[in-house]
């Protein structure tokens, strides 16, 4: 019944114009090729990126997504992969970008929609002697053959885990499965990178399409990196798609995104768990930085004597980061901090006085709860 908007002869440099930006999920007009290109953080730095798609038709049916299989008004385009990277190469030489983001819709068995991929990215690599970024899309469900040939050809690797777990996934993606997909798949990738250095495996949560809590999705985080040593979780806040089972839901927060990301920084580079996290009723604080509500639930481990506070625990402070307890130690060396005047230029500063002491003195708000 669906994916009946089909194009057929269609320039191949037109259908890589529309399908970059359906890759950005929605398309009213045919645009020009450039506004498709964006600056994405990668291994390698800030580059401007081309975002496509090999092809928008697509088995699955997932409640949320404009690519379904019964949404009839998504266009249905399929790009050959020589077409695909001729184009890419084109922009490539002209200097309008320096990587490659390649995704699909899975057509007939991921095995086939991978291979695509790759297919690509080897005439990228060996036809043409392109050397720069490629971040392939991975497909669930595919070999572990297959999985090594796309690490091997890409800087970064995906596999999008849509939902913290099995239960919250078949709501919204039946045909989809974390245990005997998913996380078997990122399993495998992880310990294929194991061979590789500079490679990085990345996944996607969506957030507000499920009903998950903040919870449960920062405990799956966790996993996912000390359990599977995935390099970053992102969160994307679900906004309703015309014509999918989803469309009157109501838009997630940002800020709600936005206190996850802060989060997740604080398992990911700061040493917290979910369990230390504040919750209420399974969800962050909108109206607080994740950290600072923290410490105001753990007001027995304030105020912290600066002049003594080992580095491990400095990170916990309210507005002292990583570079900043690096300078709080150095200065620390050519001897004691013992007014606010000693920790000049220091970020962040009138936030950290309310959660330390400077040798026994406290100089931060007189109406903080510390």
């Known amino acids: 019944m669906g994916q009946s908007t089909i194009f057929l002869g269609m320039d191949p440099g037109k259908k890589l114009r529309l399908l ?14 450039g506004s498709c290109i964006y600056n994405a953080s990668t291994p390698r730095g800030k580059k401007p990126i081309l975002k496509t798609m090999l092809s928008t038709y697509c088995d699955k049916n997932c409640d949320y997504c404009v690519f379904r ?3 009839n008004s998504t266009p249905r385009l399929f790009i050959k992969p020589e077409d695909l990277a001729r184009g890419f190469m084109e922009l490539y030489t002209k200097g309008k970008v320096q990587g490659l983001f390649l995704s699909s819709g899975i057509f007939g068995h991921p095995e086939v929609t991978m291979e695509k991929l790759i297919e690509t990215a080897e005439i990228l690599r060996k036809r043409y002697n392109y050397r720069g970024y490629i971040h392939l899309k991975l497909m669930p469900g595919v070999s572990l053959q297959t999985l090594e040939e796309a690490v091997k050809l890409a800087d970064r690797v995906s596999m999008n885990i849509e939902a913290p777990n099995e239960e919250k996934l078949k709501r919204i993606a039946k045909g989809k499965s974390l245990r005997k997909e998913i996380i078997p798949n990122i399993a495998q990738v992880s310990r294929i990178l194991e061979n590789y250095e500079g490679k990085s495996h990345i996944t996607q949560v969506m957030v507000g399409v499920s009903d998950e809590s903040d919870e449960e999705i920062l405990k799956s985080s966790e996993y996912l990196y000390r359990k599977l040593r995935l390099n970053r979780v992102y969160y994307s806040a679900f906004f309703p798609v015309r014509e999918t089972p989803l469309e009157n839901k109501p838009p997630e927060s940002k800020k709600r995104e936005h206190r996850l990301y802060q989060a997740d920084f604080l398992i990911r580079d700061y040493g917290f768990s979910w369990k230390d996290l504040p919750f209420e009723n399974g969800r962050l604080p909108e109206d607080k930085d994740p950290k600072e509500a923290w410490a105001e639930g753990n007001m027995h481990l304030f105020p912290v004597e600066i002049n003594r506070a080992d580095y491990d625990l400095l990170i916990k402070v309210p507005g002292i980061g990583k570079e900043t307890a690096k300078e709080i130690i150095r200065r620390r060396l050519r001897g004691a901090l013992k007014t606010p005047e000693d920790l000049k230029g220091i970020r962040n500063l009138k936030k950290i006085l309310n959660y330390v002491i400077l040798m026994g003195r406290f100089y931060g708000s007189k109406n903080c709860n510390v």
Do not use: T, V, W
Request: aromatic share 6%; charged share 60%; net charge neutral.
């Open 20 to 33: 970059s930006k359906l890759a950005k999920f929605e398309c009213e007009r045919e645009p020009d090729l």
């Open 69 to 71: 299989r019964d949404r």
